[in-house]
């Protein structure tokens, strides 16, 4: 049935050779982010410059900040690596598990986040309810967004190694000490700047691996044939088709957990409620701007497949070897997540190649720069200022704040080398990370559309849905029989259970909050203005012509995802 | 706020990055035309007309967002 030999045709140790072109392009990129970190630390000098960038940046900026906080390396390694495993699916997580929430992000939840002013989303939180609900939200997102740093800290530095050689600990400490110096500088400002450069280093340092695939396979049908070719019998070129059961698609997943798991839950929760993206849209210098950045970042968003996913497609049709799982590995094989690397050393030659990876590295260290940044604002406004020293002046909370972004990623290579010797722990990381983020889209959205719910209710209501996810984790873990129940299906694999344990953490999370909310006493409505739903006025677009109103902009977003839905059905 | 006004845009910096790696491709490309590296479809001088896209939109955006005096 398959006819390749399991021997890449590269060199063992190592997969790509730099020439001294490619090393000058990535010193030149270190150069050039530590020069503008030098250049914007003037101008973040208050509370509001250093962590929500003065409140000035224009739609577009935001919004490509918006999405590059989340376009790392990692995030491209690991989904070229998916879309080899499981095809086109991982499209999904491009297109439904971000696109709608996106879109519902601008149009319905900014109002309420940028009107009331907030910092932060804990802010939020402590505006809308209290500070227990503020509190335990702004201790979860501190500590998971410094240990999540550390992981992929470690991660990236394993790639680097797998990829060009480099010695682990010359990358944590190049990398950490590199954005620890331009963020403590610029704050926001540095991190914005250098996510919109990454954007652009990502998109032209990859774009040339579909181009060149796509003209060796002879386009989009000829690589088709080639997958079927190579992989007789399985379907990794539909979205939809083989969802109708757990057996009939690579994910082992139905199409219910990718709707209303991904889509209505963990999407959801992930582009509306975590911190580390919401904060770049809220640096939009108004509400416009800010309902617009993540409809441009919509747009994008539906684009980058064309760089993760048609290469990962690519490589199941044109690389002479397979790529094996990471628990599979051996000497001289390669892994799924080295697709983008292998495909990078397939087409590009000295200077691309260097470009490429220059890519990767701004991807990491721009997350990082994110992960610090919104930890260093979180803690400062949320955790230090609410709990420890509350009327301090706005210098005092702006040193706080580069103290914060040095001890943050000390912490994080701390956990990194922490990681080192338990590499497992990376699997419970990124759980944890999940955990935590269903439950509390449940919180906020109920914080701003219905006004009965109380204090109470959104605390014990986001206490039971992270511990009930936690729960269903460690029965999984302890029991892998229990995925029956919690993914509906003995079939199931491990996307799908992410995908049933974020739905169910969440409704435990409104259940119990909207029953605790019913039996105790709610805030007057008059507090809530510019808060909840039905006690802010909202500002009327009706003035502006068509093609400014974000919600014609909405509106095409919305219909260019269904069209992609039926082009890959 | 005075500072403020005066900001560079990202844009700018994105412009001059783009430009120095287009120059630095482009001319490694046109030097090294006889000599092609050994990756699929080498033949196709990627570096030369990915070079110039680099140095047509860096040049774009150096002109369009370079800082200006003010006006104020």
């Given at each position: 049935m398959m006819h390749f030999a399991l021997v890449p045709a590269v060199v063992a140790g190592r997969i790509i050779s730099l020439s001294p072109l490619d090393l000058a392009i990535i010193v030149?990129?270190?150069?050039?982010?530590?020069?503008?970190?030098?250049?914007?630390r003037n101008f973040a000098k208050s509370g509001e410059d250093f962590f929500i960038a003065g409140r000035e940046m224009?739609?577009?900026?935001?919004?490509?900040?918006?999405?590059?906080?989340?376009?790392?390396?990692?995030?491209?390694?690991?989904?070229?690596?998916?879309?080899?495993?499981?095809?086109?699916?991982?499209?999904h997580w491009y297109w439904l598990g971000a696109i709608p929430a996106m879109l519902f992000l601008a149009i319905i939840m900014m109002p309420f986040y940028y009107i009331s002013k907030t910092h932060s989303v804990p802010g939020y939180l402590q505006l809308r309810f209290d500070r227990a609900t503020s509190g335990l939200s702004a201790v979860t997102f501190a500590v998971m967004t410094i240990l999540m740093s550390g992981v992929n800290m470690y991660a990236m530095a394993v790639v680097m190694?797998?990829?060009?050689?480099?010695?682990?600990?010359?990358?944590?400490?190049?990398?950490?000490?590199?954005?620890?110096?331009?963020?403590?500088?610029?704050?926001?400002?540095?991190?914005?700047?250098?996510?919109?450069?990454?954007?652009?280093?990502?998109?032209?340092?990859?774009?040339?691996?579909?181009?060149?695939?796509?003209?060796?396979?002879?386009?989009?049908?000829?690589?088709?044939?080639?997958?079927?070719?190579?992989?007789?019998?399985?379907?990794f070129t539909h979205l939809w088709r083989g969802l109708g059961h757990f057996t009939t698609n690579p994910m082992g997943i139905h199409w219910t957990g990718i709707i209303f798991g991904l889509t209505a839950v963990l999407g959801m929760g992930y582009w509306t409620t975590d911190f580390l993206v919401v904060q770049r849209v809220l640096a939009a210098k108004d509400l416009r701007s800010a309902k617009m950045a993540p409809i441009i970042g919509a747009f994008f968003k539906m684009a980058v497949p064309f760089i993760v996913i048609l290469p990962g497609l690519l490589a199941l049709s044109v690389l002479p070897y397979h790529l094996v799982?990471?628990?599979?590995?051996?000497?001289?094989l390669h892994s799924y997540n080295e697709v983008l690397p292998l495909m990078l050393a397939r087409y590009c030659g000295p200077g691309l190649l260097g470009l490429g990876i220059t890519a990767l590295v701004a991807g990491f260290m721009s997350g990082m720069a994110g992960n610090v940044s919104a930890f260093a604002t979180v803690w400062t406004y949320d955790i230090y200022r609410v709990f420890v020293r509350k009327d301090a002046e706005d210098s005092h909370y702006v040193a706080m704040g580069r103290w914060c972004t040095l001890i943050g990623l000390v912490v994080s290579i701390g956990a990194a080398y922490a990681v080192m010797g338990f590499a497992s722990i990376m699997d419970y990381v990124q759980a944890l990370f999940s955990f935590f983020i269903a439950p509390l889209f449940g919180t906020v959205i109920l914080g701003m559309l219905w006004k009965r719910t109380t204090g109470k209710g959104a605390f014990w209501g986001l206490l039971a849905g992270t511990l009930a996810s936690v729960g269903m984790f460690l029965l999984v873990k302890f029991h892998p029989q229990a995925i029956s129940i919690v993914a509906l299906s003995s079939h199931a694999k491990a996307m799908a259970e992410d995908m049933y344990r974020a739905l169910w953490s969440w409704l435990i999370c409104v259940g119990v909050t909207v029953g605790i909310s019913l039996v105790t006493k709610p805030r007057p409505a008059a507090e809530l203005a510019g808060l909840v739903y039905g006690e802010t006025e909202l500002p009327s677009e009706g003035h502006l012509p068509l093609v400014k109103r974000p919600i014609f902009w909405a509106g095409l977003a919305m219909a260019l995802l269904l069209a992609l839905q039926w082009i890959f059905w | 706020m005075g500072d403020k006004r005066r900001m560079i845009p990202v844009w700018f910096f994105v412009g001059v990055l783009l430009l120095i790696y287009g120059v630095l491709i482009l001319a490694d490309g046109i030097i090294e035309w006889n000599h092609l590296p050994n990756t699929v479809l080498a033949s196709l001088h990627e570096p030369v007309w990915w070079g110039a896209l680099l140095i047509a939109i860096g040049a774009l955006f150096v002109h369009l967002f370079r800082p200006r005096k003010s006006s104020q």
């Open positions: 030149i990129y270190f150069i050039a982010v530590l020069g503008i970190g030098f250049y914007l224009t739609a577009w900026v935001a919004g490509l900040s918006f999405l590059s906080a989340n376009l790392g390396s990692l995030e491209l390694l690991g989904w070229a690596g998916a879309a080899y495993q499981y095809g086109i699916l991982a499209a190694k797998v990829v060009l050689g480099w010695n682990i600990h010359f990358s944590i400490w190049v990398s950490s000490l590199t954005v620890g110096v331009y963020v403590a500088m610029g704050g926001l400002f540095s991190a914005i700047f250098n996510e919109v450069l990454q954007f652009f280093l990502i998109w032209l340092g990859a774009l040339l691996i579909p181009i060149l695939g796509l003209v060796e396979t002879g386009g989009w049908s000829g690589m088709v044939a080639r997958i079927h070719k190579n992989f007789p019998g399985e379907d799982p990471e628990n599979a590995m051996r000497p001289g | -």
